[in-house]
Each structure stands twice: as structure tokens, then as C-alpha cells.
């Protein structure tokens, strides 16, 4: 086989691969969409009603109080982890550590990365049980947060490293401080910063296994930060699990929301990347 059959064959092999993946996701989106769709064209209440007493075994109310717990959760966790990320992705540039050590952490933060999340959930249940306590809203915030760190922290990092050097070298020219000069850096990189802390608060309202240990599973509304709470992926895990074909259902109709959910997060990133990359020099103006 000559050269330019096999690169003939490659690039049919690659657009195949494509091929099938989209197809296998297109499947797995269209078949949650049309069916839990259709159970919330019949019944809307789900989706805005808490559940009832016996709402496993009955199906009477919704999920409103797992939408209210991935909020209630993600959100704070959110933050936190925001923080916590633009900060040592702040440290790991050239102006705060070396280059050894940027590289170390980041082989570091790439294997927190890779760690499953049910490890993350694992770990924070282990810290539950040393201090007596018991699974609540709070934990549910710490278990989110420490997931989504190494992925905010990564996608930050990035983000500084791409920006012009140009930018802090101009700043430092006009007598800026370090803090300064990070801060018109981070304002740079705003496009890819923005984008990292929303594809975490997307990981972190998808995921289950975190929350799963740390949060615990609750039929009603979040009560307060020391109370048990759900979040939508852990009751859609109960929900399909059920032995009533109408809670079974109900499992379709929460997963239609989340995948919304998501989608719209991960469509607001690029929307938001693209607004704030005028902000950046070089970048688009309105």
C-alpha cells in the first residue's frame, strides 16, 4: 500500500470514529430528551413540586428538592473552588514560583484530575466519620469543591499561560506591582477563566458519585446546611432504580433537565468566552 492510500484509509478511519461517536451521543441525547420531554408535556408539576411522603414507592409530588439541592451545592462549591483555582493558577505563573515547581503541581492537579470522583467523595466521608458528624448539605459543598479545583485550576492555568506576554511586560514597565501585574494578566485570560469555572459548575452538577457519600439522599426540601440534601444525577441513580414504572419515568424527566442544564452551561461558555474575549488584547470589539 502506497502512501497516499494509507493516508486515504486514515482519514477514513478518523472520520468514522467521529462518525460513530456523535451518532452513539446523538442517541443517548435524543432518547432522553424525547422521553423525558414527553413526561413533562404530561405532567409539568414534576419539575416545580417537592415529593411526597412516600414519593419512592408512590411517586406522588417531584424533584423540585433535588434541583434545589444542585443548586444549593454546586453553587456555594462553585465559588469556593473559583477562588481557590485563580489563586494557585495566580502562583503557579513565572512571577510567583519556578518553573519546577509550576510543573510539579500541574503533574499534580492532572492526577486529581484523573481521580475518579467517587474517590473525592470517599475521602470527604472518611473526614465525616473522624469528626462525628454525619452527611449534610455542607459536605456535599466540601466533596464538589475539592472536585472541581484540579479542573478549574488546569483550565485557569492555561488560560494565564496563553495570555501576552506583552501584558505583563507592559505593566511591569509602568511600575505595577506583582499583584498588579497578575490582575491585568488575569484580566487577559478572562475568556479562558470564565470558560473553566463554568465547565466546572457543569462537572460539578453532573456528577453523583462526589455527592453521593457526603451529601446523603433526602425525599424533601434542603432544610439547612447540616441536613441531609440530593442533587438531580443521585436521584435520577434512585429514580431508575425504583421497582414503579411511574417513578422509573419520572428518572427520564430529571435527566431532560440536567442535560439542559448542562448543555446550556457548556453553550453560556463559549457565548461568555467569546463576549469577554474583547476584553483581551488582540480580542474581538463590539
Known sequence: MDRYAKQRAFGFAVRAATAVVLAVMAIVIGVTLARGGRVLLTDPTIAVTPPGSRYMLEANGGFLHAMLGSVLIVGPATVVAMVL???????????????????????????????????????VLTVVIAVGARTSLFFGIVAIAVFQYPIMTRYTDEALRSAPDTVREATYGLGATRFESAIMTARAALPGIVAGVIMGFARGVGDAATVLFTAGRSTRMPRGLFEPATTLPVLIFDQATSFNAEVRSHAYAASFVL???????????????????RFAPGGRHS
Open 85 to 123: 483555582a485563580v489563586s494557585t493558577a495566580a502562583y503557579l505563573q513565572s512571577d510567583y514560583s519556578s518553573e519546577r515547581f509550576s510543573d510539579a503541581v500541574n503533574t499534580f492537579l492532572n492526577v486529581l484530575w484523573a481521580t475518579p470522583p467517587i474517590v473525592y467523595g470517599v475521602f
Open 259 to 277: 442535560i439542559v442544564v448542562v448543555l446550556g452551561l457548556i453553550l453560556a461558555s463559549k457565548l461568555l468566552a467569546g463576549r469577554y474575549a
